[in-house]
């Protein structure tokens, strides 16, 4: 392990890129999918189990997490780290997302946002060195400036502002970072889907020297072919030795098609979500496991995983479990759902060190689209 904060391109293949982030709680291989844990839990997953489907480091939510059970709280408790019983890294989000999707709760100006608790409406203000500063009570390992996150569609004009605003808010992060060995503070470069913004954001954030660097702003609801060419633009203006994150992403084919781009980390909830609802994702593409035509059907989700959410139970009982509202059938589908995330982020890491990242994208969607009907 690194007493310091270190990113290795260890090796890249096309777009693609195979790394290394190594930090004092451990390393992070690149690309790699981060399990979103906002309020200090992966939802319906024991953390060790967690760790065992192969994830690296988790995220956490600095509003929800400021708002129950609060940063000074935690921070008294030993840190977060302590708290959940998850020795590993951490990266946090600044809260800017879930302050800026809180409408007519929140005002916002040059310094910060005040909004009322979406709990039990009590009153906060976030500026960017508060948002750092819990951040840091937390004890988080990764840490993300505060920005302001405009949904699409948004005028020009809208996202200038906001993308102005964020740079700004970017500096005074930097300042409230200060020097924290072992420790890294990203950037977030936003810009919506005005491709010149987004490359004015790109620029000036590189010029900060952070060490490291998300693309914020997307996934809220665009196209996917929008959010590709915003990579497509955004990505070589960041610094190629530094890593790249790409926030709130997402399926597993905006992941494969984002590492072809050059993205190095992702986080999103759909795996815990999706299983919490009844839906899987499985090398044979997305399984309804309500559908009726799974009440009979013995096979597992995937034989051949490691998961024994995956290889163990038939459809059969999981079907039972969701249609009759039992918790355990969420339980088993998230497990299953983050196995698989991360059984693809294995493949993908795989596959760039050995120069054949193209063709296991193209098995990797054609078994998607064979579906799950016949024996997998």
Request: proline share 5%.
């Amino acid at each position: 392990m690194s007493e310091s904060f270190q990113f290795q391109l260890k090796k890249t293949d096309g777009g693609a890129r195979l790394g290394e982030v190594s930090m004092p709680r451990g390393a992070i291989r690149t690309p790699a999918f981060m399990p979103v844990g906002t309020v200090g839990t992966v939802k319906a997953m024991y953390l060790d189990q967690v760790r065992d489907s192969g994830a690296d480091i988790i995220l956490g939510n600095t509003y929800h997490l400021m708002l129950r059970p609060g940063a000074e709280r935690v921070a008294r408790l030993g840190g977060l780290h302590e708290l959940i019983r998850w020795p590993h890294p951490i990266l946090t989000d600044s809260g800017g997302f879930q302050v800026m999707s809180l409408s007519g709760l929140r005002k916002l100006d040059e310094k910060g946002v005040t909004f009322k608790s979406h709990v039990d409406g009590s009153l906060h203000h976030m500026s960017p060195e508060r948002s750092i500063e819990i951040q840091g009570l937390l004890d988080s390992d990764i840490q993300m400036q505060l920005d302001e996150c405009v949904a699409l569609p948004a005028t020009p004009k809208e996202i200038e502002r906001a993308m102005e605003m964020s740079l700004r808010w970017a500096e005074r992060c930097k300042v409230a970072f200060g020097k924290q060995p072992g420790k890294a503070m990203f950037g977030i470069v936003q810009g919506g889907d005005v491709p010149e913004l987004r490359v004015r954001s790109a620029q000036a954030l590189s010029g900060m020297d952070l060490k490291g660097y998300a693309v914020g702003g997307l996934a809220v609801g665009e196209p996917q072919e929008v959010m590709l060419r915003m990579l497509d633009i955004t990505l070589p203006e960041l610094p190629a030795e530094k890593p790249r994150y790409l926030m709130g992403v997402g399926t597993p084919d905006d992941i494969l098609k984002s590492v072809a781009r050059g993205i190095d980390m992702f986080d999103c909830v759909m795996p815990t979500r999706s299983g919490r609802h009844g839906l899987a994702f499985t090398r044979r593409g997305k399984v309804n496991i309500r559908n009726a035509r799974h009440a009979e059907d013995m096979r597992p989700l995937d034989e051949q995983s490691n998961c024994p959410a995956s290889r163990d139970y038939s459809r059969a009982y999981l079907h039972h479990l969701v249609r009759a509202n039992e918790a355990l059938g969420g339980m088993l589908l998230s497990w299953h759902n983050l196995a698989y995330y991360q059984e693809l982020m294995q493949g993908i890491r795989k596959a760039i060190a050995e120069g054949r990242f193209a063709d296991f994208m193209a098995e990797t969607q054609e078994n998607w689209a064979r579906g799950d009907l016949e024996p997998v």
